[in-house]
């Protein structure tokens, strides 16, 4: 994990399949204040390298989203979609060190194997076939990791996920090789996120443990969810947020968070309440909690 001497870089990486609801800026909030609260840099990374979930003109209605929020970001923000090639170049590494295998089981064979991979596919046929490209786990594949947030969090993924997929059958690029290796290449050390990234964070550090390189520390958020108890999300048609009422969308997202800014500000700019939050900022005010009603 990371070194207290190390410079903080924290990021945000939405996908563009919608704009920002609710539930994803509270997420950026959260991840811009703990990264300036501690000097740190705030990256932006687009993850669009889902096409198929992509909605035309999400990415740059996002940058927008967020600007007006004031919340602004440090260098080039980085697309996804331009790192193919570093993605191939580890997926070769790792079939060259026998560490990724060809996997043609379908949907319904692994739910008759309750979700986990039997080691090695058996398939002889056609090697040219459909198949998605899964990481070899060791027996040997226990994480423990301290979260910012949700406390000490334990995984045996060999027997809990078992063999996860880094390279999709429909020939897309898996999320867990992505994230890891894009965290990698922007020198990301701090990850703040929502919790229901939670269960797949164990994955990203035996893969990053397995290619040697750094693990950030991570803090998950709990989710916001509605009044019936669903997650906010675009595929659950969450609105977005009202683009004419940043100051209020800002301030009812640090209440969410465990802030109390004074009455004063609810007339300031949302530079000035960021700028008021950003001292404000207390990791242990956060609710603990996995899912929390949105308000």
Not at 9 to 20: C, E, V
């Amino acid at each position: 994990m990371v070194s207290p001497a190390t410079p903080y870089i924290g990021r945000f990486a939405p996908s563009p399949t919608g704009p920002l609801h609710f539930g994803s800026l509270a997420t950026a909030v959260a991840s811009y204040l703990d990264a300036r609260h501690y000097h740190g840099q705030w990256l932006l990374r687009m993850e669009d390298i889902d096409p198929p979930r992509e909605m035309a003109g999400a990415a740059d209605l996002i940058l927008q989203q967020l600007e007006i929020h004031a919340l602004h970001w440090d260098s080039k923000v980085l697309f996804q979609s331009t790192r193919s090639d570093a993605y191939r170049e580890t997926l070769k590494q790792l079939e060259a060190d026998g560490l990724i295998y060809r996997c043609h089981c379908s949907r319904q064979q692994l739910k008759e194997r309750g979700g986990l991979h039997p080691r090695r596919c058996t398939y002889t046929g056609n090697p040219d076939k459909p198949h998605a490209l899964r990481l070899a786990v060791a027996d040997e594949s226990e994480i423990t990791y301290t979260d910012l947030f949700q406390g000490q969090q334990h995984q045996h993924i060999k027997q809990e996920v078992g063999d996860f997929v880094l390279h999709r059958k429909d020939g897309l690029f898996a999320y867990q090789l992505a994230v890891v290796l894009d965290d990698a290449f922007q020198g990301v050390n701090h990850v703040i996120r929502g919790s229901d990234l939670l269960d797949s964070t164990a994955r990203q550090i035996y893969l990053q443990q397995l290619l040697g390189v750094a693990s950030p520390q991570y803090g998950h958020l709990p989710v916001a969810v509605d009044t019936a108890g669903n997650k906010l999300s675009k595929q659950n048609m969450a609105p977005p947020v009202e683009r004419t009422t940043p100051t209020l969308n800002l301030w009812v997202a640090m209440q969410w968070l465990g802030m109390t800014p004074p009455q004063a500000l609810q007339q300031a700019t949302p530079g000035e309440l960021i700028t008021w939050a950003i001292p404000h900022w207390d990791r242990k005010a956060v609710p603990g909690l996995i899912q929390q009603l949105a308000p």
